[in-house]
Nanobody, 135 residues
């Protein structure tokens, strides 16, 4: 069974940094073809994709408002994906979720791009971690 556990959320001041972690189990980064996305849900808003990574082509993708400030990365030895968030702004506040999809058996792999920021492509979700950026 695939499980995802996020951690690293906190209260931080504007301009600060945080690193979120998404520890995955039930599949291995070394052996599986997968895509992982980071999503956030701001207060009173719908959940939206922030960044994604596909092991199929090794590419990464970001929504425009975080590009240049956020970096997604993976550690195969730890089976963990990270989201490094720098120059944080109050509008980055929200609950951050990681999500995963395994590409095995799919007619086409989920690649890093606009599709990778869509909730519906992901089968597995973590419980979320709260990020609050104070002004």
């Amino acid at each position: 069974e695939v499980q995802l556990v996020e951690s690293g959320g906190n209260l931080v001041q504007t301009g600060g940094s945080l690193r979120l972690s998404c520890a995955a189990s039930g599949f291995t980064f070394d052996d599986d073809d997968y895509a992982i996305g980071w999503f956030r849900q701001a207060p009173g808003k719908e959940r939206a994709g922030v960044s994604c990574f596909s092991s199929n082509d090794g590419r990464k993708y970001y929504r425009g408002s975080v590009e240049g400030r956020f970096t997604i990365s993976s550690d195969n030895a730890k089976n963990t994906v990270y989201l490094q968030m720098n120059s944080l702004k109050p509008e980055d506040t929200g609950v951050y979720y990681c999500a995963a999809v395994l590409n095995r058996g799919r007619p086409a792999p989920v690649l890093a791009g606009p599709l990778g920021l869509m909730e519906y492509v992901y089968d597995y979700w973590g419980q979320g971690t709260q990020v609050t950026v104070s002004s």
